[in-house]
């Protein structure tokens, strides 16, 4: 069974810009999760998407946006970019949501300059 | 979601069992503790979770104290592999998808 794949791994972009990543979850699971981790914030979560409708969020300014597709796989977009935002971006995916059947993926770093 | 609190690292002897502690005194009694590791440069890993009975499987142990205040998590052997950060997560069963981690242990299993 495959693992979540995000993409692209690795991007550099420059201040003011936007930039839009993507997640494919696991076959069958309905939830994804994003986080955005550094080293001063540690991981922090972004929001959870499930069934294609937003049901977390957690307190990030609005440049940080995302969707979900009919088919689960997922997007995160930051628009207008800081170099704050660099950070190693991560999305786990399950069927519930359930915190003992999330899987991870391997993260795209996002490096800002 | 109860505060969790662990130490920021330790070390352990390859072989030996790696004993992490966590404290989460304002554990309420709908909340379960979790445990994940992150091993570098990868995505955080689900290991164990428990609400008061002292839970084992292929990975590790965790053991609760009867108050539920702390918990211990046990990797019985120590591989190199196991060098990680490890989080301990306190958090009610809602079908959310939302985890929230705190600082973790940096475990280094050493040869």
């Known amino acids: 069974k495959a693992g979540v794949t995000q993409t692209p791994r690795y991007l550099i972009k420059t201040r003011g810009q936007q930039v839009t990543l993507s997640c494919s979850p696991i076959s069958g699971h309905r939830s994804v999760s994003w986080y955005q981790q550094t080293p001063g914030q540690g991981l922090q979560f972004l929001f959870e998407y499930f069934s294609e409708t937003q049901r977390n969020k957690g307190n990030f300014p609005g440049r940080f946006s995302g969707r979900q597709f009919s088919n689960s796989r997922s997007e995160m977009n930051v628009s207008t970019l800081e170099l704050g935002d660099s950070a190693l971006y991560l999305c786990a995916s399950s069927v519930t949501g359930e915190a003992y059947e999330q899987y991870f993926g391997p993260g795209t770093r996002l490096t800002v300059t | 979601d109860a505060k969790t609190t662990q130490p920021p690292s330790m070390d352990c002897a390859e072989g030996r069992a790696a004993n992490l502690p966590c404290n989460h005194s304002?554990?309420?009694?709908?909340?379960?503790v979790y445990w994940y590791r992150q091993i570098h440069s990868q995505g955080p890993q689900y290991i164990i979770h428990?609400?008061?009975n002292n839970e084992t499987n292929e990975m590790a142990s965790l053991i609760i104290t009867e108050d539920r205040k702390s918990s211990t998590l046990i990797l019985p052997h120590a591989t190199l592999r196991d060098t990680a950060v490890y989080y301990c997560?306190?958090?009610?069963?809602?079908?959310?998808?939302?985890?929230?981690f705190g600082q973790g242990t940096t475990l280094q299993v050493k040869p």
């Open positions: 304002t554990i309420s009694g709908n909340e379960y």
């Open positions: 997560i306190v958090r009610v069963v809602d079908n959310t998808g939302k985890l929230i």
């Open positions: 428990g609400l008061k």
